[in-house]
Nanobody, 115 residues
Framework: QVQLVESGGGLVQAGGSLRLSCTAS????????MGWYRQAPGKQRELVAVIIGGGRTNYADSVKGRFTVSRDNAKNTVYLQMSSLKPEDTAVYYC?????????WGQGTQVTVSS
């Protein structure tokens, strides 16, 4: 069982920045990937960014050059640094961790970008 605790969401003006954090705890052997998804009202959940063991990253085209995903293996924590935020980035952001035993989701944190 894996528990994920997210933090860092909030309200920010367009052009601003936020940093999200997600820490994994519980019983697991190996984390294969950590990442972030988001879901806006009326839309499907979509991948934002993911970092895989070894440090390889993958980003949605809509956030490339603005968002940076990083990982602290010692703390089992993944970060999402978001810059140049746009109103269309408004969504609930979910942390996801993939382990040998399964895939786990955080509770979600709201990010609202005002124009």
């Amino acid at each position: 069982q894996v528990q994920l605790v997210e933090s860092g969401g909030g309200l920010v003006q367009a052009g601003g920045s936020l940093r999200l954090s997600c820490t994994a705890s519980g019983t697991f052997f190996l984390i294969n990937a950590m990442g972030w998804y988001r879901q806006a009202p009326g839309k499907q959940r979509e991948l934002v960014a993911v970092i895989i063991g070894g440090g390889r990253t993958n980003y949605a085209d809509s956030v490339k050059g603005r968002f940076t995903v990083s990982r602290d293996n010692a703390k089992n924590t993944v970060y999402l640094q978001m810059s140049s935020l746009k109103p269309e980035d408004t969504a609930v952001y979910y942390c996801n961790v993939a382990t040998v035993g399964g895939s786990w989701w955080g509770q979600g944190t709201q990010v609202t970008v005002s124009s």
